[in-house]
């Protein structure tokens, strides 16, 4: 599986943007790229994935470079409850998808 | 509430004891999934079941036995553990395994093993 690298930890304001890198140089024109966090005690939820184009939703963006060797993951407005380990997947997809492998994540801490 | 819901939330057990961790969902959906979580390391898939079915075990210890009744409860059977295995364990449920759907996940079993 192709894997993906991301700083170990980031630090962010409240209120302000916060851009999470994630490099994955040898992903397959099939890959889509998955974003989950985990917040202190509880299990994974998802945030956003995507293929080739930039995708919005209620939560964040993500930002898919050109070449998809990397993406970057935007929270328009931190806040403290964003405080959480963010995971960049890569999905392979094909006649089944294949299931989701985690790293290790950015721990992203929030300052009030 | 993510709609998947896990007992017991923490569990002590001995390395003698036969204990079962219980994962239940009400989402329609028909994969269902153990993970582990061990300190300082990623999640690690244990197994999928896809309508009921095993369909991958990630090279899991026989002591760790799951069961799928039906697609809305997962077991995880657990005996003569050892205190390696002290870890959170985590189940999720998607839509469809071969889908590129979300994995929704509950919020946990914290295992310690004595």
């Known amino acids: 599986d192709a894997k993906t690298t991301q700083p170990n930890s980031m630090e962010s304001n409240e209120e302000e943007p916060v851009h999470l890198p994630c490099n994955h140089s040898?992903?397959?024109?099939?890959?889509?790229i998955h974003w989950y966090r985990q917040l202190p005690s509880q299990g994974p939820e998802y945030v956003i994935h995507?293929?080739?184009s930039n995708v919005n939703n209620r939560m964040a963006s993500l930002a898919i470079a050109e070449d998809r060797k990397s993406s970057t993951l935007i929270l328009h407005r931190a806040t403290l409850r964003d405080a959480a380990v963010y995971y960049c997947?890569?999905?392979?997809?094909?006649?089944?998808?294949?299931?989701?492998?985690f790293g290790q994540g950015t721990i992203l801490t929030v300052h009030p | 509430e993510t709609g998947v819901t896990q007992t017991p939330r923490h569990l002590v057990m001995g390395m003698t004891n036969k204990k079962s961790l219980k994962c239940e969902q009400h989402?329609?959906?028909?994969?269902m999934y153990w993970y582990k979580q061990s300190a300082k390391k990623p999640l690690e898939l244990m197994f999928v079941?896809?309508?009921?079915?095993?369909?991958e075990n990630n090279s899991v210890p026989s002591r760790f036995s799951p069961e799928c009744p039906n697609s809305s409860h997962l077991f995880l059977h657990l005996h003569t553990l050892q205190p390696e295995d002290s870890a959170l364990y985590l189940c999720?449920?998607?839509?469809?395994?071969?889908?590129?759907?979300?994995?929704?996940f509950g919020s946990g079993t914290r295992l310690t093993v004595v």
């Open positions: 989402l329609g959906h028909n994969a």
């Open positions: 995507g293929l080739t």
């Open positions: 999720a449920s998607s839509q469809d395994e071969a889908r590129n759907y979300g994995y929704t």
């Open positions: 997947i890569l999905r392979p997809s094909g006649t089944s998808y294949g299931k989701l492998t």
């Open positions: 040898t992903i397959s024109g099939t890959d889509y």
């Open positions: 079941y896809n309508f009921k079915e095993q369909t």
